[in-house]
């Protein structure tokens, strides 16, 4: 073309445009580099495909079948993240065990008003009869609601618990039935008598400053790697409450609803919010999806934020991408920001899709099945990339099913073992699901400051739960004054206070949760483990015949007698398995 251009600029005014064309056809017949140069711009003038533009329904974005040829200049995600995922060098430096590891979600300002509050509660309904609690008192009565959380009886009866045949041994070796009860009874964090005082239009007042100091101690833990996920969970309540939610998609169907946005991979819970309903005046609050994004991820830089279609908005993909985060969500058919064309499933082919896009959005309209579509949108894919393996999925679609289940894996498993008891009072139900959150994060903050913990386990959380409710209870075992009757809690009770004396005399240390020395026996150590070797001696009970041998060793829970062979191999007798450690 340049040449063609030359050749204009040096024919005169009076020269034939016949000229030029005999001159080019000259160069044609003998120049074919000339020739080559000229099919190629022919080639680019005449391209396979032809571009398509969609108007959206409000007729305010123009939507391109073709993916924009650049970036306007935004960074790639990997590149503005500024943060380490993982714990923090605050967690790593604080978390020596798990007991520590836990109490780092409870700092010093909540334990206070913990205290305080149940001490004031306790005066109240008891009056001078009443003994002022301690952080360790409370540490017995969490460790025990995670106890009961563990071996799944958050709605077994309290009296199931403590019972001395069908029970467990370590209930009634903690605390006493009674004990139990009235702590649950008064154990409060606000003030009861000051209800009529608070402020009307705050609903969640009563929970108020221990909720906002717990959740502001979650993403000072752990920073959450490059895909953050924000959905609700429910948290089951059926009682009065003045903002429970009825959510017939969920499991429990009524209760307390909170928004998370938590870690995609390990479902970590870094921030959190509890929805109070609707406002005095009653109104609906406007974008509310996009108001709840930009709460959940303030703070963070470089992530990509995956929502479902209740969040998911083409303003809020703007927005996120102004604070240097993507998205990636499914969308609702009836957004003002979607083109008809892609809406439409008639003449559609299965497994085809449909691809729309603008300098900053990419929108996606998948057909599974027959006059079935899917709508996602994306500010972090700019091409029409689809999977050849996965049904013809488009790589926006595979990356959402990535990284959706962040809330909802959390949700299940903070419902396995939770610590839920039976009540009537809303801001106990919250605080029994910041107690499961708080030590589900801890053990994703163990595991990953401890890598090498139980490795070759695959039941971690369960061994997790019930070594940390039995850290918990210890300290309150130690102290205990009265001995309950039963002989296996009571060898829990002279085990750790043997424990706690021997370990202050001397460096050596037996295996935690074994049993104790025998009042008139001595101990007869077998590997790590002390056995009790009473005076009198009988037959094993788990050998088969009975003309089985005599022995003097008992087993440390139950104190029936059992042989060298069976104690050498299991150390406990078989009716004690609970308490073996995996």
Not at 69 to 76: K, Y
Request: proline share 5%; hydrophobic share 35%.
């Amino acid at each position: 073309m340049e040449e063609e251009g030359d050749l204009e600029g040096e024919a005169g005014p009076e020269e034939d445009l016949f000229d030029q064309t005999s001159e080019t056809e000259d160069n044609t017949e003998f120049d074919p580099d000339y020739h080559s140069t000229d099919g190629e711009e022919e080639e680019e003038e005449d391209p396979p495909e032809v571009e398509a533009t969609y108007q959206s329904k409000n007729g305010n974005i123009l939507w391109t079948s073709t993916t924009p040829s650049e970036r306007r200049g935004r960074l790639p995600t990997h590149r503005v993240i500024k943060m380490t995922p993982g714990p923090t060098r605050f967690a790593c430096s604080n978390a020596k065990d798990i007991i520590s590891t836990f109490e780092l979600f409870f700092p010093d300002p909540i334990k206070k008003i913990m205290i305080e509050m149940s001490n004031l509660e306790g005066k109240r309904v008891f009056g001078k009869a009443w003994k002022s609690l301690d952080w360790t008192d409370l540490q017995a009565y969490f460790g025990l609601l995670i106890l009961a959380g563990v071996y799944r009886s958050h709605h077994e009866a309290l009296g199931s618990l403590w019972h001395g045949v069908s029970g467990r041994a370590i209930f009634r070796a903690t605390m006493p039935l009674k004990t139990f009860s009235i702590m649950s009874r008064i154990f409060c964090f606000y003030k009861k008598v000051a209800e009529s005082g608070r402020k009307k239009d705050d609903k969640l007042a009563p929970i108020r400053d221990i909720w906002e100091k717990w959740v502001q101690r979650l993403p000072l833990l752990y920073n959450p790697g490059p895909s953050i996920t924000v959905d609700e969970c429910l948290v089951p309540f059926r009682g009065r409450c003045p903002f429970k939610q009825y959510m017939p998609s969920k499991p429990s169907k009524y209760g307390i609803k909170i928004w998370a946005a938590c870690d995609s991979s390990s479902s970590y819970a870094w921030n959190m919010q509890v929805y109070t309903g609707k406002a005095a005046d009653r109104k609906p609050e406007k974008n509310q999806g996009m108001r709840v994004v930009l709460d959940m991820t303030s703070g963070l830089q470089g992530h990509t934020i995956t929502c479902d279609n209740f969040f998911t908005s083409y303003a809020l993909g703007e927005e996120l991408l102004q604070r240097k985060m993507t998205m990636i969500g499914t969308v609702r058919s009836n957004k003002a920001e979607l083109p008809p064309a892609l809406l439409s499933v008639k003449g559609r082919a299965c497994l085809s899709s449909m691809f729309a896009f603008t300098d900053t959005h990419a929108l996606v309209s998948y057909c599974p099945r027959k006059n079935k579509n899917v709508l996602l949108m994306s500010t972090l894919h700019r091409n029409a990339e689809i999977s050849s393996k996965e049904h013809k999925k488009p790589e926006i679609i595979l990356d959402y099913n990535k990284t959706k289940g962040g809330v909802d894996n959390l949700d299940k498993l903070v419902a396995t073992y939770t610590c839920q008891r039976k009540t009537m009072r809303w801001p106990m139900v919250i605080f029994f699901n910041m107690l499961d959150v708080s030590a589900y994060n801890s053990l994703v903050l163990w595991t990953a400051i401890d890598p090498m913990w139980n490795k070759n386990k695959n039941i971690k959380r369960r061994l997790f739960l019930e070594e940390l409710g039995e850290a918990l209870v210890t300290p309150f075992m130690q102290r205990r004054q009265g001995i309950p009757r039963t002989p296996a809690s009571q060898n829990m009770v002279k085990e750790a206070q043997a424990c706690s004396s021997e370990s202050e005399a001397s460096p050596v240390k037996y295996h935690k949760g074994m049993g104790t020395r025998a009042c008139s026996g001595k101990v007869k150590v077998t590997g790590t483990s002390p056995v009790s070797t009473p005076s009198k001696r009988k037959r094993c009970q788990h050998c088969e015949s009975k003309l089985s041998k005599k022995t003097n060793m008992t087993c440390n829970r139950c104190n029936i007698y059992i042989c060298k062979s069976h104690a050498v191999i299991t150390t406990y007798c078989l009716a004690c398995n609970w308490s073996k450690k995996v």
